[in-house]
């Protein structure tokens, strides 16, 4: 059993950054993959970033490439998304997931493990 919790979220002006955290109970947590989704109000969940077990491989969203950074601290059961350049389009709630799986998944269906989400908001 994994539990999740996300902190950092925040309100920014256009163009700024934030940086949320996701801190993970579970001795099993550097085998997993770890990812995160974001859903605006109205519209679907949708996949942001994801990591795999080991941090050698990364997977983005096209709309966060290039602006957000996925990292992750197995010693500190921490997972990190560093937000850049951020647009009021990114405004949502962010969610960290763990995949119980070492490889990298967009999917969020193959995700069996979820924070409570923290929420972002972008003023223009």
């Known amino acids: 059993q994994v539990q999740l919790v996300e902190s950092g979220g925040g309100l920014v002006q256009a163009g700024g950054s934030l940086r949320l955290t996701c801190a993970a109970s579970?001795?099993?947590?550097?085998?997993?993959?770890m990812g995160w989704f974001r859903q605006a109000p109205g519209k679907e969940r949708e996949f942001a970033a994801a990591?795999?077990?080991?941090?050698?491989?990364?997977y983005y969203a096209d709309s966060v490439k290039g602006r957000f950074t996925i990292s992750r601290d197995n010693a500190k059961n921490t997972v990190y998304l560093q937000m850049n350049s951020l647009k009021p389009e990114d405004t949502a709630v962010y969610y960290c997931?763990?995949?119980?799986?070492?490889?990298?998944?967009?999917?969020?269906?193959?995700?069996?493990?979820w924070g409570q989400g923290t929420q972002v908001t972008v003023s223009s």
């Open positions: 997931a763990a995949r119980t799986s070492r490889f990298v998944s967009g999917r969020g269906a193959e995700y069996a493990y």
């Open positions: 579970g001795r099993t947590f550097s085998s997993y993959a």
């Open positions: 990591m795999s077990w080991s941090a050698g491989s990364t």
